[in-house]
């Protein structure tokens, strides 16, 4: 497809459009032209009579690309001191205030300085889309979080600014900006990407032909798993609601946490299902009986699964084998990512004592155990590659999961504007749930919830909570959700519980509960929905804003 082509698709796509959408300008390397390309479609635009603006171009000293900036209005950044330092960046809340078609964003990934209106600059652009304007933006492969461990494996560089999948995932279109190595060392040598001091030395270390081969081969890898992703039928997509999903096993002191979440996120990419980050916690591991360290550090490695996409369980349980295959069977797990185990004493095997991971593949029953080498991991080699595959636009399909208003109604949407305790908050959405006719139905279902809670809680550290059931002969999935003002007083998480997504499923159909977590975690995931959501002073108005939403998010060129 020829770039006035792609400039054109985006054209008929923004017009046509009521919410801001996203195009990303896609590379494996400083130097190919993402920004250059970004500015010219800029160019294209306004000359169609598409109000855009810069909101923030980093040329790096390259002529051909400052030059492109002369004609496009551009947004003044925003100075602020940092450390006696005056630095500059993008000022979103002057884009905001101008409102034009389209925002022309540089460098996705970047980190903001501290003290600006959000930490990564992606968030800054998910507020720019939130109100209605659409952005054109640049970001290089290296920079997904789940590609950590292998760029710094394939070019032993550590990338410290990333993002998450996500908002790739997210974007409405991705346009790959390719060129060869050779080419591209041709234009480092003449001068086009650095000034002529840093040449040899960039020639020397990053950018050797093995290094963008590398980076390419990994570019290429992704645009091909996101048009996988993006092509499937509805059918196919459903899919992944269904029985295999993926799960990766936690611990709170267990080498390389984050590779083995990476690794189940880009497995569950590649398998189309969803995935479960699950932490067992033994008695030996009760918050009271740990260090403060290890809980840090427990809750960072949690905070970047959720992150990665995954649905983060705590399950309490003192044999770690036993409660592993008990949460893999209940939610139709396929495979089970684990680290490689501490080895046992000669004396513990002469007892016949055996690892989580042996338990666990002689117990698994057709589940597939992936056991990884946490403690010497090639992340080259961490996953099957696919053949490189030479596309460039990728278009966003249309959704095809459920949708909250399919459950809800104002009936089985409760406020409270006072503190409360859990019990209350529970017992409440299970009789809000649960039709008239299954009022007789409402002890049942408490109990289940509460025997469920006390497997692990499913409220979790980021304010939002997925209390769930199955109940013998019910006829269709429930659902029912809770918005309170000041938090459940009796459930100690780092951010105040202020949304509660209660599900009811009938105990013969386990893919429904899949399902309805899929579609309930999905929406807690944009957090403009549940600003928004929190702000709902009725059911009546909460149920406009879950409508509006669900509308927005179904506005999708055909």
């Not at 003044?76 to 205030?97: F, I, K, N, S």
């Not at 070019?155 to 999948?165: A, F, Q, S, T």
């Not at 995932?169 to 002529?196: F, H, S």
Request: charged share 25%; proline share 5%.
């Amino acid at each position: 497809m020829a770039l006035d082509d792609k400039a054109n698709s985006f054209l008929r796509m923004i017009r046509s459009s009521q919410r801001g959408r996203l195009k990303v300008y896609l590379g494996y390397c400083a130097g190919v032209g993402k920004t250059y390309q970004m500015l010219l479609e800029g160019h294209r635009l306004r000359k169609e009579g598409v109000d855009v603006v810069v909101g923030l171009v980093e040329s790096h000293g390259r002529e051909d690309t400052a030059r492109l900036v002369d004609g496009l209005e551009v947004v003044p950044r925003l100075r602020q001191e940092y450390r006696g330092v005056t630095l500059e960046e993008m000022d979103a809340d002057a884009v905001l205030a101008r409102k034009p078609a389209v925002v022309l964003v540089d460098e996705l990934a970047h980190t903001n300085v501290p003290g600006s209106r959000n930490k990564k600059r992606y968030e800054d652009v998910q507020d720019i889309l939130e109100a209605g304007i659409h952005v054109i933006t640049t970001l290089n492969v290296q920079h997904l979080e789940s590609l950590y461990d292998t760029v710094e494996s394939a070019v032993g560089i550590k990338v410290r600014e990333r993002l998450p999948d996500s908002v790739l995932m997210e974007a409405d279109q991705i346009v790959n900006v390719d060129v060869t190595t050779q080419d591209l060392r041709r234009r480092l040598e003449q001068g086009k990407i650095y000034p002529v001091e840093r040449i040899q030395t960039a020639l020397g270390n990053f950018f050797t032909g093995p290094n963008l081969e590398q980076l390419r081969e990994i570019a290429l890898r992704e645009l091909a798993s996101q048009i996988d992703s993006r092509r499937r039928a509805p059918e196919e997509q459903e899919m992944s609601l269904t029985p295999d999903q993926v799960m990766v096993c936690l611990s709170s002191a267990g080498p390389n946490s984050d590779t083995l979440l990476r690794y189940a996120s880009r497995l569950a990419g590649r398998l189309n299902r969803n995935w479960y980050a699950l932490y067992v916690q033994t008695p030996s591991e009760e918050p009271t009986a740990i260090d403060a360290e290890t809980q840090r550090v427990l809750a960072g490695t949690l905070t970047l699964a959720k992150q990665l996409g995954a649905m983060v369980f705590t399950y309490k349980g003192a044999d770690i084998p036993d409660t592993i295959l008990r949460f893999a069977r209940e939610y139709q797990v396929g495979h089970i990512v684990v680290g490689s185990p501490s080895r046992l004493s000669l004396w513990n095997k002469l007892r016949g004592r055996k690892s989580v991971v042996e338990r666990l593949m002689e117990d698994a029953g057709g589940i597939t155990v992936v056991v990884l080498d946490t403690h010497k991991m090639d992340a080259k080699t961490s996953l099957p590659s696919e053949p490189p595959v030479r596309a460039t636009v990728v278009t966003q399909p249309t959704p095809s999961l459920p949708m909250l208003t399919h459950f809800l109604s104002p009936g089985n949407i409760i406020i409270w504007d006072e503190p409360v305790l859990k019990e209350e908050v529970l017992n409440a959405l299970a009789k809000a749930a649960l039709s008239n006719s299954e009022q007789g139905r409402l002890s049942e279902a408490s109990q289940k919830i509460w025997e469920r809670e006390q497997l692990g809680s499913t409220f979790f550290n980021e304010g939002v909570a997925f209390p769930h059931a199955r109940l013998d002969g019910l006829a269709s999935p429930r659902l029912a959700l809770g918005l309170t003002r000041h938090g459940i007083v009796d459930v100690t998480t780092e951010q105040p519980i202020e949304s509660v997504f209660l599900i009811l499923t009938p105990a013969q159909s386990p893919t429904a509960q899949l399902q309805m977590l899929a579609l309930t975690s999905k929406s807690a995931q944009n957090r403009h929905f549940l600003q928004r959501l929190r702000s709902a002073p009725t059911p009546d108005a909460a149920m406009k804003i879950i409508e509006d939403w669900e509308r927005m998010r179904e506005d999708i060129v055909p």
